[in-house]
């Protein structure tokens, strides 16, 4: 069983900026694809951003060059930095990771920005 906690979510104004962190716990975290999801209101969850092991990144199209994931494997966490967020990032979002082909995540941090 793999466990992730999620944080730092909150309101914030257009233009503005957020950073979510993930604790990740029950497995080994370094030789680990970790990611983003998140899931706007009355849609379906949606990727965001991934790191692999190797700090390869990928982003969906939307949040290039406004969002950044990173990890830090010495403390179990991962991050989302978000920049430039505009209303249509409000959403639910949600780190999660696999383990033998089982997709884990955590209970998701509500992210809302106003115009």
């Known amino acids: 069983q793999v466990q992730l906690v999620e944080s730092g979510g909150g309101l914030v104004q257009a233009g503005g900026s957020l950073k979510l962190s993930c604790a990740v716990s029950?497995?080994?975290?370094?030789?680990?694809?970790m990611a983003w999801y998140r899931q706007l209101p009355g849609k379906q969850r949606e990727f965001v951003a991934r790191?692999?092991?190797?700090?390869?990144?990928g982003y969906e199209d939307s949040v290039k060059g406004r969002f950044t994931i990173s990890r830090d494997n010495a403390n179990r966490m991962f991050y989302l930095q978000m920049n430039s967020l505009n209303p249509e990032d409000t959403a639910v979002y949600y780190c999660?990771?696999?383990?033998?082909?089982?997709?884990?995540w955590g209970r998701g941090t509500q992210v809302t920005v106003s115009s």
């Open positions: 999660t990771t696999w383990l033998y082909g089982t997709q884990f």
């Open positions: 029950g497995s080994t975290f370094d030789d680990k694809t």
């Open positions: 790191i692999f092991s190797s700090l390869v990144t």
